[in-house]
């Protein structure tokens, strides 16, 4: 059975957590596009852990983790966090690289933070990973696909690749001479040399553990809003975060994917530029910020204030579609506590008329929220397991959403930690 997890809204929704959670009954976990740009927060037995590579399954001693061919794969930080692992003594975590991923390099990075500083207030709010150039450079086929480092007849790809960047370099960014031949041939040999115990060919070993019907979770790693094609283009990835890419990341048919979760949470955050219907600032937004996610609302990986909103039911409908969601997890919820009343965008007025559809990006700047306001429940609910056990008013938020969203919620999270997680769908 193969289930895809990934996220409804975008980003920040707990994906890590979920993921870390789930993999305990997965024989695989497939981490299937992006790169180092995102962090999946995981509070477990071992301790905290932000990762930002390595797909979320780590923990699990039965668990194999593989990087699919759609990701960034960036070496640095594998070999990073592989090392970090095995200093906070998880045990040996099995893990692959699809031979046919490609490898971000650090110019990537480099053209990534030179760009944002070009771009100055017409910026993305990159994270500075180098994700915009490696894409760029893999669409335009001039990037290196790992299986390519062991073909020994690289050189004339290289020069040509160090020509490119040095002409654009120059032109773009005053920059002379970014990259030499010899010293891109030194790094990937050490790269080639290190990589191969890891490698797999990440297409038939997949099929095949679908063919003999392991348990297998397909990983993503952005919300569905910031998908290149249906997401809130131009601030979005530049690759696909949806289910959908998942199967052509991992190279399995799409029909194979039995199960999909959109995780959501319940209330609103992004990082990054781009229109964000009904943002909340002022003492609003700083105290839901301070209350949010384990230590407050701050991206896991650039430590950026993240913007709030309430919850916006037209667009984790819009994203729970895209994604092909038959369920969702919905996580934070212990958040909301502290509210008497709780508000949620139930659809965006533009020009006068009253919406629920998600619209393209340019008319969001127009969308203003409409919201419904439930009762709050004013009590700590981070220690219960039992649906049954939540106060009514929590209740109604969750079959709230659900109708709204029209997509049945089967897990709700009330903590940050791995253990703090309520089974919806065993309601009565
Ligand atoms: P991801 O990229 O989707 O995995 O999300 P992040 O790790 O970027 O951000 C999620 C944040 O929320 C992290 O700080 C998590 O530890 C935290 N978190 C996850 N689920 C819950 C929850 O149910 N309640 C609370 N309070 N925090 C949570």
Same mark, same amino acid.
């Given at each position: ?7 409804g809204?975008?980003g920040?929704?707990?994906?890590g ?9 997965a024989?695989?976990? *497939? ?9 999946? @927060?995981? =509070?477990? !037995?071992?301790? %905290?852990?932000? $990762? ?18 759609g ?106 001479? *970014? ?9 990937? @040999?050490? =790269?080639? !040399?290190?990589? %191969?115990?890891? $490698? ?22 952005l ?9 809130i ?95 969702a ?30 619209p ?7 969308a ?42 089967t ?18």
């Open positions: 059975m193969v289930t895809a997890i990934t996220g809204s975008f920040d929704e707990g994906k957590k979920m993921t870390d959670l789930l993999a305990a009954q024989d695989i976990v *497939v981490r299937f596009q992006g790169g180092a740009n995102a962090g999946h @927060t995981i =509070i477990n !037995d071992y301790g %905290k852990f932000v $990762l930002h590579m390595l797909p979320s399954g780590v923990f699990h001693g039965h668990t194999e983790n593989i990087i699919a061919s990701a960034a794969f960036d070496a640095e930080e594998f070999f990073g966090e592989l090392e970090m692992l095995k200093k906070r003594g998880v045990s040996k975590p099995a893990v692959r690289v699809s031979s046919r991923a490609q490898l971000l390099l650090p110019v990537h990075k480099e053209q990534d933070i030179l760009e944002e500083r070009r771009l100055g207030k017409s910026g993305f709010g990159s994270t500075l990973s180098g994700i915009a150039p490696f894409y760029s450079d893999k669409y335009a086929k001039r990037n290196f696909q790992i299986s390519e480092l062991y073909s020994g007849g690289l050189s004339d790809k290289i020069k040509r690749f160090c020509e490119d960047k040095n002409i654009f370099f120059k032109a773009f960014y005053g920059v002379e001479n *970014v990259l030499s031949a010899s010293a891109l041939t030194e790094y990937l @040999t050490e =790269i080639r !040399d290190r990589l %191969k115990p890891y $490698l797999v060919d990440c297409t038939y070993y997949v099929n095949s553990a679908v063919k003999a019907g392991k348990n297998i979770l397909l990983e993503g790693q919300g569905a809003l910031r998908d290149v094609d249906n997401g283009y131009p601030f979005v990835t530049s690759s696909s975060p949806l289910a959908g890419f998942g199967s052509v990341s991992a190279g399995i048919p799409p029909y194979e994917i039995g199960r999909t979760v959109a995780v959501i949470k319940a209330y609103s955050t992004c990082v990054g530029a781009g229109a964000f219907v009904g943002e909340l600032f002022g003492s609003e937004a700083d105290e839901l910020r301070r209350r949010g996610g384990d230590s407050g609302e701050y991206g896991a990986k650039t430590g950026r204030p993240r913007r709030i909103a309430w919850f916006d039911c037209v667009a984790a409908k819009y994203g729970c579609m895209l994604q092909g969601a038959a369920e997890a919905l996580t934070m919820l212990d958040v909301l506590s502290f509210l008497d009343r709780i508000p949620v965008c139930v659809g965006y007025r533009i020009n006068g008329a009253i919406t629920d559809k998600f393209e990006t340019y008319m969001l700047d127009k203003e929220p409409v919201y419904e306001y439930l009762d709050g429940w004013k009590s700590d609910i981070s220690g219960i397991r039992d649906y049954d056990r939540l106060p009514e008013a929590a209740k109604k938020y969750v079959r709230f959403i659900e109708d709204r969203i029209g997509v049945p919620i897990m709700i999270s009330n903590g940050p930690r791995r253990e703090q997680i309520i089974l919806a769908d065993m309601r009565k």
